[in-house]
């Protein structure tokens, strides 16, 4: 039973997964009661990045349905968040530090007030990036 029925809401491409994506869920974990886990489709993830996934879709989101930390994991099929809201009609959501005071994020901030939703940023793992270990492999594995 949720103790505040606490329904937070967190999403990530997920693409090869190191301590920065676990660290993130953790963090929501402990700022909620039942954690949902938004998993961007390839087709989302190439819009999003200009690039298609390392890992497919189905290895990734099941792998974040298997952290203890994960309540629920589903596809995002759309990068926007209102339309996340209105189907899993969640009371918190997640995003890393670094997209604080950017344009979009203000936006969603006011729009989520408006709905009573708060925005929690946790800090950014810069020590590991799935950016940086893309590099690495496109590095040394063209």
């Known amino acids: 039973m949720m103790k505040n029925n606490h329904i937070g809401y967190t999403t990530g491409i997920f693409d090869l997964f190191h301590i920065g994506h676990l660290n993130i869920l953790k963090r929501a974990k402990l700022n909620c009661d039942y954690l949902v886990v938004g998993v961007s489709t390839d087709e989302l993830a190439l819009k999003l990045k200009g690039r298609s996934p390392v890992i497919p879709f189905d290895e990734r989101i099941e792998i974040v349905k298997s952290i203890k930390y994960v309540d629920r994991a589903v ?68």
């Open 75 to 142: 596809p995002e099929l759309t990068a926007d968040k209102l339309e996340a809201w209105r189907d899993l009609h969640f009371n918190v959501i997640f995003k890393g530090d670094d997209w604080k005071g950017t344009v979009t994020w203000n936006q969603l901030e006011k729009d989520f007030n408006a709905v009573g939703v708060n925005v929690i940023y946790f800090p950014y793992t810069t020590t590991t990036s799935s950016t940086t270990l893309r590099g690495f492999l496109d590095k040394y594995h063209p």
